[in-house]
């Protein structure tokens, strides 16, 4: 696929207090691990524009955009917290406009016919941000954005969101359940956080489809649940476009979870999305990085994920 990445470099002005796991290094390690790919080093490659405010209130609330772009603290050595792992510093307005506006600029990008895939190199990440709430690291939900910009922005009349990251993505799942536009599909790990996610809650219609894998599953199980159920399910829907909240966090070598993942894993999981969006969705194809707290198993994890699109 014609692929191009988006990215911004405020992602690395959004700090956390340390140890925090959602650290400026991750953006870091994606980066560099794309220059040092052949594949990718030589692909067009985008400075996100910041989101609207219009924009990110096609989902968001007006008390939780407010909430954002007033909560940055007073100096730079102090941070302002939403929850026990949700931050903001200065600078993290920026990174989390920038991030949402990478997402919403990568659709218009595949609706242009500019590229057929997308891949959004941002943080902090933003599927578990809620309507009302910054939570589990996320500031805005940078996916629910770009899906609601597809069918409001581009008169879409139907997306789907497939997530693939090792938690359940409940902001963009909290999306779904309200408007029967959007298709939710996630694989995740359970019980893990945030707790929701859980294979009987269907949405409307059907349109939420939750698969859900136990601590320790390897990647076999992994891409036959993806391939056999949560594709299917999804494909029956008929979305136009297929947008996809790319974690890395089931990683092995993940600090944060317990599968057992591979980086081949996540090239295949590429190529079945892929395939996906070729058979019913016109090529169209946009990903936004979510999780992955190893730095190594990320970087190389992103990559094969791209080169494989690249591939397909
Ligand atoms: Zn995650």
């Known amino acids: 696929m014609k692929t191009v990445i988006l990215?911004?470099?405020?992602?690395?002005?959004h700090r956390v207090p340390p140890p925090h796991s959602e650290s400026p290094e991750r953006l870091g390690a994606v980066l560099d691990a794309f220059?040092?790919?052949?594949?990718?080093?030589?692909?067009?490659?985008i400075d996100a524009r910041r989101a609207t405010r219009e924009e990110i209130s096609r989902f968001h609330s007006p008390a939780h955009v407010d909430m954002v772009f007033n909560g940055e603290p007073a100096s730079h050595e102090a941070f302002h917290g939403f929850d026990f792992d949700t931050f903001m510093s200065r600078g993290s307005l920026e990174?989390?406009?920038?991030?949402a506006g990478a997402a919403v600029q990568a659709?218009?990008?595949?609706?242009a016919g500019e590229a057929e895939a997308a891949f959004c190199a941002t943080r902090p990440p933003g599927h578990h941000a809620e309507r009302d709430r910054p939570m589990g690291f996320c500031l805005f939900n940078n996916i629910a954005i770009a899906a609601l910009h597809a069918l409001d922005g581009h008169g879409l009349s139907r997306v789907?969101?497939?997530d693939i990251d090792v938690h359940h993505g409940n902001g963009s799942q909290e999306l779904a359940e309200t408007e029967p536009r959007v298709v939710f599909g996630s694989i995740h790990e359970s019980p893990l956080y945030p707790g929701t996610g859980h294979e009987h809650e269907t949405g409307l219609n059907g349109n939420v489809i939750n698969v859900t894998v136990?601590?320790?599953?390897?990647?076999?199980?992994?891409?036959r649940r993806l391939d056999e159920?949560?594709?299917p399910a999804v494909e029956a829907q008929q979305p136009e476009l297929i947008l996809v909240s790319a974690g890395f966090d089931g990683h092995e070598a993940d600090p944060l979870a317990g599968l057992m993942l591979e980086e081949a894993d996540f090239a295949h999981a590429a190529r079945s999305l892929a395939q996906l969006s070729q058979r019913i969705a016109s090529s169209r194809l946009v990903c936004c990085l979510e999780g992955g707290y190893e730095l190594g198993a990320l970087g190389r994890s992103a990559t094969a994920f791209v080169e494989t699109l690249l591939a397909s």
């Open 229 to 231: 159920e949560l594709i």
């Open 107 to 111: 659709v218009d990008k595949v609706m």
């Open 35 to 45: 220059e040092a790919s052949a594949a990718i080093r030589g692909l067009p490659r």
């Open 95 to 99: 990174a989390a406009l920038c991030g």
């Open 214 to 223: 136990g601590g320790g599953t390897g990647g076999e199980i992994w891409q």
């Open 7 to 13: 990215t911004s470099h405020a992602g690395f002005q």
């Open 160 to 162: 789907a969101i497939i």
